[in-house]
């Protein structure tokens, strides 16, 4: 059922984390360095690299492939002006069999640098294809971080200040990274939705999410400080696991009524154990963008606000379209196929972290 019904791009399972790296200089030029896996870069450009077969004639088609395609796919411009910077693509380098590197430079017209204050970077990497990749980015000047951001499949665009950051534009950035991280989340909101479904009442409902939230945010400091380090792999698995864990009780007592006795302290030590959990699982992501700002507390404040948004707001759509049917007669089949969906979700997802 998963495999049949899960959309193509899921957050909570890329395949790959290459970086990108933009270095503007005040003449205009930017330079430009992207990194990424040899299956990524098969998924963009039907070029396989990493095949020991046609080296020589895979890496002829690679060049031909970025010196016509990246240039229309990786747009610059400098804003408010509009004015184009024209990429080139440069070289490409293989550090490694599993890796490329690839090198281009853009060219912004040196008379409108002093009449624009920020750069629109459109990435159409991530347009036509079915790609599980997050590029993590940066934009640097004067030995300076401007900004630090992700682009994927469901963020192509973005904009940036070529002067240093504000407070105000740091907060602003990781809150939006923070939001998008948990909308497109698919593991966090099905956890979401079953404490959601196996709430008595809307104080218990309250109480749980309250602790989930804390607990998450909680592991999320704590593996980014150090105190915590569990590999990522097994952090994924044990998320899948959690989702497995939850929806089976859910299933299983699906044409019963909800008890009060829901809300015991054994459901608000599970949940605070599936929070930390979870909170471990968004420090992954979290940590590269971390590693390339000096905003380090604003940062991890306001990605969380951003994710803590993101979740009331999907709490509230719950409560909206869910809650008026607990009273209706066909709430029980209800409650018990998305329980059902959701188990095949987390079965699905645990199965390919494993043979992963």
């Known amino acids: 059922m998963a495999c049949i019904f899960l959309p193509l791009s899921l957050e909570a399972h890329d395949r790959s984390k290459g970086k990108s790296f933009f270095t503007f200089f005040s003449d205009g030029t930017i330079n430009i360095q992207i990194g990424m896996n040899n299956l990524d870069f098969l998924d963009w450009a039907g070029i396989d690299l990493g095949s020991p077969n046609n080296v020589d004639k895979n890496q002829q088609a690679a060049e031909r492939f ?26 490409m380098e293989q550090p490694d069999h599993r890796n490329i590197e690839i090198f281009a430079v853009a060219f912004c017209p040196p008379s409108k640098v002093a009449h624009n204050h920020s750069l629109r970077v459109d990435w159409g990497l ?23 951001w992700a682009f994927s499949n469901r963020h192509r665009k973005e904009i940036i200040s070529i002067k240093t950051s504000s407070p105000a534009e740091t907060f602003m950035s990781f ?126 404040f306001s990605f969380h606000v951003g994710l803590e948004v993101a979740q009331v707001l999907f709490l509230v759509v719950c409560l909206v379209l869910l809650w008026p049917l607990r009273t209706k007669r066909f709430w029980p089949q209800v409650r018990g196929a998305l329980a059902l969906f959701a188990f095949s979700f987390g079965l699905f997802w645990l199965w390919e972290r494993l043979i992963g």
């Open 126 to 148: 991530f347009v036509a294809t079915p790609l599980k990749h997050t590029s993590f980015s940066q934009l640097k000047a004067d030995d300076q971080i401007l900004k630090a």
């Open 175 to 300: 809150a939006q990274e923070g939001f998008w991280h948990l909308i497109t989340g698919w593991d966090h909101l099905w956890f979401l939705l079953l404490l959601f479904l196996s709430c008595p009442t809307f104080k218990t409902l309250v109480l749980w999410v309250t602790t989930f939230t804390l607990s998450h945010a909680m592991s999320l400091l704590a593996s980014y400080l150090g105190f915590v380090q569990i590999p990522g792999h097994w952090i994924e698995c044990g998320i899948a696991l959690s989702i497995c864990l939850a929806a089976w009780p859910a299933w299983k007592q699906r044409n019963a009524p909800l008890q009060a006795h829901s809300s015991t302290t054994k459901a608000f030590l599970i949940i605070l154990g599936f929070g930390l959990l979870h909170g471990l699982g968004f420090a992954s992501f979290l940590a590269e963008l971390l590693a390339q700002t000096k905003s380090l507390y604003l940062a991890l």
């Open 66 to 91: 970025l010196t016509y395609t990246l240039p229309k796919q990786l747009r610059i411009e400098m804003l408010p002006a509009g004015a184009s910077c024209p990429v080139k693509y440069k070289q």
